[in-house]
């Protein structure tokens, strides 16, 4: 039972370059969101999508982009990383009419 | 603009303590309140709460909801070291589907 699959768990990028953080889950939920956490600033929404074929921004969406590429995946990603960017990145899933939440494991991206 | 609020932010306590953790919120089109546990990766899902004054328990944890003065709280008895984390609330906006994150309360159970 993966639940919500994150790739990968740990990046070093040099400022400028380019990645995209996959997410896909197995649990035919209908949402999925993309946060970032820093430290003293909680989780804050990149990206999110309340359905195959839409998505919207979120708090922070400056320097990312997503696709939601069928039901089970949403990518984000970074097309030109600054250091501010440096963060711990969590995907979300939820099925629940009632906001019920299953996280990824988390990424761990350092920009130089 | 909602908000989330938790206090305290950090707490000590030693082990065998009971800890009440607090959440406030303003949310529109509230459906639900959740609180979340967070040790070293993701956030864990602990409760999710939709009606006022009906108590959720899951062994020491328990939680409640007061809708008409908008606020939570995580009750944990007889701590243990492994409580150690950072406890997350969060009010669910039915609206637009999203989650209102509080930045959490750190909790550290010493021996």
């Known amino acids: 039972n993966a639940g919500v699959t994150q790739t990968p768990k740990f990046q070093v990028l040099k400022t400028g370059q380019s990645m995209t953080l996959q997410c896909a889950q197995d649990m035919n939920h209908n949402s999925m969101y993309w946060y970032r956490q820093d430290p003293g600033m909680g989780l804050r929404l990149i990206y999110y999508s309340a359905s195959e074929g839409t998505t919207d921004k979120g708090e922070v969406p400056n320097g990312y982009n997503v696709s939601r590429l069928n039901k089970r995946e949403f990518s984000l990603r970074l097309e030109s990383a600054a250091p501010s960017q440096t963060s711990v990145y969590f995907c979300?899933?939820?099925?629940w009419g009632a906001g019920g939440y299953t996280f990824g494991s988390g990424t761990r991206l350092t920009v130089v | 603009e909602d908000k989330v609020v938790q206090s305290p932010l950090s707490l000590v306590v030693h082990e065998g303590d009971t800890v009440t953790l607090n959440c406030s919120y303003e949310v529109t089109n509230f459906r639900s309140l959740l609180w979340y546990k967070q040790e070293k990766k993701a956030p864990t899902f602990l409760f999710m709460l939709t009606s006022s004054g009906i108590e959720k328990k899951s062994g020491r944890l328990s939680s409640i909801l007061d809708k008409k003065e908008l606020f939570s709280i995580l009750n944990i008895t007889a701590t243990q070291t492994g409580d150690s984390a950072i406890y997350l609330c969060a009010g669910y906006a039915g609206n637009n589907r999203k989650l209102i994150w509080g930045l959490g309360t750190s909790l550290a159970v010493n021996p």
């Open positions: 979300a899933s939820s099925g």
